[in-house]
């Protein structure tokens, strides 16, 4: 049996069955179990920022694994320790920092966060979200996702949820009153398809949030720990939310979520409250203080406007009438196709050594390690321009 038939055989069926087997990899490149090379364009979903076996994660993580794998949170540890400094010190404010395992957690405990909040100000229970987001699969996370098809068959799901378009603001305003206990909100719809808020969106977030008492939260999952250019999407634009979710990009490939509160966000959680056996488990603790430090020593933010610069204009070249728009930011692209073909781009790219991810079914994304150079660039996009010109040309 091959590995494709094996895995048919013993997986459930929730990701139908992936194209290939990946066996390692080195910086930008990826190798599969055949021996065939390819460019990694999609990083694990903007996860593996410093790209793959990067010699700072493979030395912490060994250390660290070495000397003390796990402690539960009923010890403490340096590293964890460590990192929620760390986290504090890049975001430029006082807070609190909860450790989870993924970015579903991470806003698992926002949720529970902004629930208890809101019941000791007046009762609040609402929470408000937007048409398109994307929160995680649990069923609190899920939710709070604005994609009806994906949260119908697993309703009753926990509530009340108003989604409202994204970007409208006037529609975020009319939503938005004294029952609601939380506002969340991605800066960019990651899973929605690249889709950057309108300017001054959060900012508006903000102002709403203010003026009803609601908690604004931002999950950057997707968006933080560089992926833009910045450090968080939101420090960019001068916002600064009462609570923020990261995970996909700060364990550089190690499982970490975060959930930050800020003020007195940061201090409703109480013994006994929420926990997590895993979670800020020393090991990923070491890899995402080995992350945030590779990207200041190696100034990959510098690197990621640059090359993310070389990218954008690489993509927009791409002149084919299967293309209707090219969008993101730094490291963060997607294109927009006329027709659903992104699958077929996505396997034609693949063939052409080039892993792309189609995010939906007309939509291109692209978010590879932060490492990436020009060179990388130059090469990968005549395979995607070779790719949309095989699926368009037909
Ligand atoms: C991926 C993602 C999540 C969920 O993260 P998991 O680690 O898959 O649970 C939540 N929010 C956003 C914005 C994401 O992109």
Redo the contacts with the bound molecule.
């Keep these: 049996m091959t590995l494709s038939e094996r895995w048919n055989t013993v997986m459930m069926a929730n990701y139908g069955t992936p194209p290939i087997a990946l066996d390692h990899g080195r910086g930008v490149r990826v190798w599969d179990v055949e021996g065939n090379e390819y460019l990694d364009f999609v990083a694990g979903?903007?996860v593996t920022s410093l790209g793959h076996a990067h010699p700072a994660i493979v030395d912490a993580v060994s250390s660290q694994v070495a000397k003390l794998a796990h402690t539960s949170n009923l010890y403490i540890h340096e590293p964890g320790v460590r990192l929620a400094e760390r986290l504090l010190e890049l975001l430029g404010r006082s807070g609190r920092v909860f450790f989870a395992n993924?970015?579903?957690?991470?806003?698992e405990c926002a949720l529970k966060l902004a629930r208890k909040h809101g019941r000791a100000n007046g009762g609040r229970v609402r929470v408000v979200s937007c048409e398109g987001?994307?929160?995680?699969?649990?069923i609190g996370?899920l939710s709070v996702t604005g994609n009806a098809p994906k949260r119908a068959p697993f309703e009753p799901l926990p509530g009340p949820v108003t989604f409202v378009d994204y970007g409208d603001v006037d529609a975020l305003a009319a939503a938005v009153d004294d029952d609601t206990a939380a506002v969340f909100v991605?800066p960019t719809l990651?899973?929605g398809g690249v889709v950057p808020a309108p300017a001054g969106y959060l900012a508006e977030v903000r102002r709403i949030c203010d003026a009803t008492g609601a908690l604004m939260v931002l999950?950057?999952?997707?968006?933080g720990i560089g992926r833009t250019g910045h450090w968080f999407a939101s420090t960019a634009e001068g916002v600064q939310p009462d609570v923020i979710?990261l995970?996909?990009g700060l364990g550089g490939g190690l499982?970490i979520?975060a959930c930050i509160g800020f003020g007195a966000a940061g201090e409703v959680l109480v013994p006994g409250d929420h926990g997590s056996t895993f979670g800020g488990n020393p090991v990923s603790c070491a890899a995402a203080l080995a992350v945030l430090t590779t990207i200041a020593d190696e100034h990959l933010l510098d690197n990621v406007k640059v090359v993310g610069e070389r990218l954008a204009d690489g993509l927009r070249a791409i002149d084919h009438e299967l293309i209707t728009e090219s969008r993101g930011s730094g490291l963060w692209r997607a294109l927009a196709l006329s027709t659903p073909k992104a699958g077929e781009v996505e396997a034609a790219a693949r063939r052409r050594g080039l892993l792309v991810n189609a995010v939906k079914p007309d939509v291109i994304r692209l978010a590879p390690p932060l490492v990436l150079s020009a060179d990388e660039v130059d090469q990968a996009v005549p395979r995607l321009a070779g790719a949309v010109g095989e699926v368009g040309g037909t």
């Design positions: 979903i903007a993924s970015g579903a957690e991470a806003n987001s994307f929160h995680g699969r649990t996370a991605e990651g899973e999950d950057e999952v997707q968006s979710t995970a996909k499982p979520g």
